[in-house]
């Protein structure tokens, strides 16, 4: 069989590429469906973009390379095909869009996008070898058990990288770019979960509140919640994205609340109260309580002097923790590093060294940040693909 594309992966960026690149293009997957990762992400109603995406909210060892691919195909361009699918979506904090629905009806805008296009979806597909041919490659595939040979002119990764293995991520993209002469960059995951020794926090396991997370190089203001195995929630994932093993974090439970002063008024109003009432009218009681002993948490509210209310607001602001590891792979969002940007062209996303291959999506040292904007970034740079593809033709 001869296509002119084939593309490797029928997730957000390789089903965005098939859209655009002209026709006589095979996508195949070794999943049972089309855009599994779709399917589960944002709780079932997938978060495919933020308002606010820009190249600041994304991890590359080459920070500007995703900036050409981004103005190209922008989040407005992307609402407006949703839109014009008559898929009802809303807004959330911080710019996260999601479908008011279902996010099946996400995957069912990609397959009806690329087949209007020409573009033909293989399924239950896995991709045995792939060689170089004077004029492209040749890919032997396996289909439900029957082996196949699709010669093409131009070869696209679109497999993703190593986050949520059980759902089938592995490094093929990788594996591939190297054997073609692209350098992969260290990976690791990101947006992932904190883990903590002899279950630390798992007294306080479904605990949530609002937090300011830090390391050395960032910060992030948003949900925190306790687990069984350690730290989880928004906060959590986005700085996950930022640490390195063995570095210490700061967690700050009380970032937007005055609590000294709130403390020296109600020591006024209520100096009879219990210091540990009063802070659980702040913090989760659960919270307060398995501080208590750490914070030495007793007393009246008229026992505390202006200097111990301070040590105390000191310490909720400065909580220092060394989280023993991450979850990895196995529940992380993103797969952080990948193929190496210095290898791509950022206006066309082609292998400087090898014609007629590209890579895309997750696969490529490109993540963004928690809230839409990883899928954003498969758009964008399916798109790039695709219409450089279709350029050629």
């Known amino acids: ?15 965005m590429c098939a859209r655009y690149s002209g026709g006589s293009t095979l996508v195949i997957d070794h999943a049972k469906a089309p855009g599994e990762k779709i399917r589960i992400s944002g709780g079932g109603r997938c978060n495919f973009t933020n308002m606010y995406a820009e190249a600041k909210n994304y991890l590359s060892a080459n920070p500007h390379f ?22 009802a979506w809303h807004e959330k904090t911080l710019g996260q869009l999601f479908c008011d629905g279902s996010s099946k009806q996400i995957i069912t805008l990609l397959v009806e996008e690329l087949r209007q296009a020409g573009a033909e979806l293989w399924l239950q597909t896995a991709v045995e070898t792939v060689e170089t041919t004077p004029a492209g490659y040749r890919v032997k595939l396996l289909r439900e058990g029957k082996a196949h040979t699709v010669t093409c002119r131009n070869l696209v990764l679109a497999t993703g990288g190593k986050s949520i293995p059980k759902m089938g991520a592995t490094g093929l993209a990788y594996d591939l770019a190297r054997q073609f002469g692209l350098q992969v960059t260290e990976t690791r995951a990101g ?28 910060s992030f203001d948003e949900a925190l919640l306790f687990t069984h195995r350690g730290l989880s929630g928004p906060s959590v994932l986005q700085l996950s994205s930022y640490w390195h093993e063995g570095e210490e974090i700061t967690v700050n439970l009380i970032p937007e609340t005055p609590l000294f002063t709130l403390l020296r008024e109600q020591r006024q109003a209520e100096g009879r109260r219990d210091l540990t009432t009063e802070l659980s009218r702040h913090l989760p009681s659960k919270l307060v309580d398995f501080l208590k002993p750490q914070l030495d948490l007793k007393g009246r509210l008229a026992d505390q002097s202006d200097a111990a209310l301070q040590a105390l607001c000191e310490a909720l602001q400065n909580w220092h923790l060394l989280p023993a590891g991450t979850e990895g792979y196995r529940t992380a969002e993103v797969t952080l590093g990948g193929i190496d940007t210095d290898g791509l062209s950022s206006k066309t996303m082609e292998a ?28 964008s740079s399916g798109f790039a693909a695709g219409t450089a593809i279709a350029a050629t033709i």
Not at 191 to 217: C, M
């Open 352 to 379: 400087k060294a090898a014609p007629g291959l590209y890579a895309i999506g997750e696969a490529v040292d490109v993540t963004g940040w928690l809230g839409g904007y990883n899928f954003q970034w498969a758009w």
């Open 1 to 15: 069989m001869q296509v002119n594309t084939l593309i490797l992966g029928a997730g957000a960026a390789g089903m």
């Open 66 to 87: 995703c900036k050409s691919a981004l103005a190209r195909y922008t989040q407005w361009d992307f609402i407006e095909l949703v839109s014009r699918h008559g898929i």
């Open 191 to 218: 947006l992932v979960p904190f883990t903590f020794p002899d279950g630390r926090f798992k007294p306080l396991a479904g605990t949530a509140l609002p937090a300011r997370l830090s390391n050395a190089r960032t």
